[in-house]
């Protein structure tokens, strides 16, 4: 079976920074790219970005580049997002994916993590 | 960047059909999934490739895909179908390539 296990929930305060993960297992983890989503409160799912773990190949949505940073250690099949000084904009639900490519003009997320909370305030 | 339109909300009684409309430019040339996310809970997949079925989803789940809109079907409507659908395709020609529709809020009467 298919899993996307995430970190559990994080409150930090602004200025701070931080890690969170996605471990995946069930699958061959180099084969499968993995996507970040967030969901801000009552709002809906935007994507971040997509790394390959195969060799940490990663594409930035132009809202996120330069604020996150996605990166992977494919020898514990995990997949990272990161920030180095946290907003309190950046309150929200992030949600880690996988990518099936099989057609590559039309990939899709096949699996998705539960979710990770991270609450942003002083 | 590619916009996808869906309506805030959809009202259906149990046991009648919902359909949820997602529009976008000539989205009749790309390829369609559709997502379902209940209250508190992670997106699923319930459709992907415009009219396929993950295993697991019921077969009360269609989509199609024409034009200026596809669109996502629910047939004998469940109060368990009570959740937010999202639509989301694949812009070749965008720095921002995965997109998703601004979702609906299907709500059982």
């Given at each position: 079976e298919v899993q996307l296990v995430q970190s559990g929930a994080e409150v930090n305060k602004p200025g701070e920074s931080l890690r969170i993960s996605c471990k995946g297992s069930g699958h061959s983890f180099i084969n499968y790219w993995i996507t970040w989503v967030r969901q801000m409160p009552g709002k809906g799912l935007e994507w971040m970005g997509t790394i390959?773990?195969?060799?940490?190949y990663t594409n930035y949505s132009p809202s996120f580049e330069g604020h996150v940073t996605i990166s992977a250690d494919k020898s514990i099949s995990t997949v990272y997002l990161q920030w180095s000084s946290l907003k309190a904009s950046d309150t929200a639900m992030y949600y880690c994916a996988r990518l099936d490519r099989v057609m590559i003009t039309s990939p899709f997320f096949d699996h998705w993590g539960q979710g990770t909370l991270v609450t942003v305030s002083s | 960047s590619y916009v996808l339109t869906q309506p805030l909300s959809v009202s259906v009684a149990p046991g009648k059909t919902a359909s949820i409309t997602c529009g976008g430019?000539?989205?009749?040339?790309k390829s369609v999934h559709w997502y379902r996310q209940k209250p508190g809970q992670a997106p699923v997949l319930v459709i992907y490739y415009d009219t396929d079925r993950p295993s697991g989803?019921?077969?009360?789940f269609s989509g199609s895909n024409s034009g200026n809109t596809a669109t996502l079907t629910i047939s004998r409507?469940?109060?368990?179908?009570e959740a937010d659908y999202y639509c989301q395709v694949w812009d070749s020609s965008s720095d921002h390539p995965y997109v998703f529709g601004t979702g609906t809020k299907v709500t059982v009467l």
């Open positions: 390959d773990p195969s060799d940490s | 430019n000539n989205i009749g040339s989803i019921p077969d009360r409507v469940e109060a368990g179908d």
